[in-house]
């Protein structure tokens, strides 16, 4: 079982910035690929961004490229997302999520998942 956390979630007025960091913990492997899903009220989850252990394939929603970057802490069983920019329809329900896989992490459809952290963005 892995246990992963979020947190850094709040409300920030449009043009903002928030950071999200999730720690995992448990039987977690350390080549694990992590990333970010997201879901607004009433809608699918939906991929943010991913990367593998190692930081050399990443990928970004095209709606926010140019605005987030994923990133991983140097014990590799943390990852972090940067908001810069936030726009209105950011607000969700933000996902950390782990698996061996990058594809699997990328399709927000299975692997481990976190609680969640609000991400609330006012116009």
């Known amino acids: 079982q892995v246990q992963l956390v979020e947190s850094g979630g709040g409300l920030v007025q449009a043009g903002g910035s928030l950071r999200l960091s999730c720690a995992a913990s448990g039987r977690t492997s350390s080549d694990y690929a992590m990333g970010w899903c997201r879901q607004a009220p009433g809608k699918e989850r939906e991929f943010v961004a991913t990367?593998?252990?190692?930081?050399?394939?990443?990928n970004y929603a095209d709606s926010v490229k140019g605005r987030f970057t994923i990133s991983r802490g140097n014990a590799k069983n943390t990852v972090y997302l940067q908001m810069n920019n936030l726009k209105p329809e950011d607000t969700a329900v933000y996902y950390c999520?782990?698996?061996?896989?990058?594809?699997?992490?990328?399709?927000?459809?299975?692997?481990?998942w976190g609680q969640g952290t609000q991400v609330t963005v006012s116009s």
């Open positions: 999520v782990a698996h061996g896989s990058v594809a699997v992490v990328t399709g927000c459809r299975a692997g481990y």
């Open positions: 990367t593998n252990w190692s930081g050399d394939n990443i």
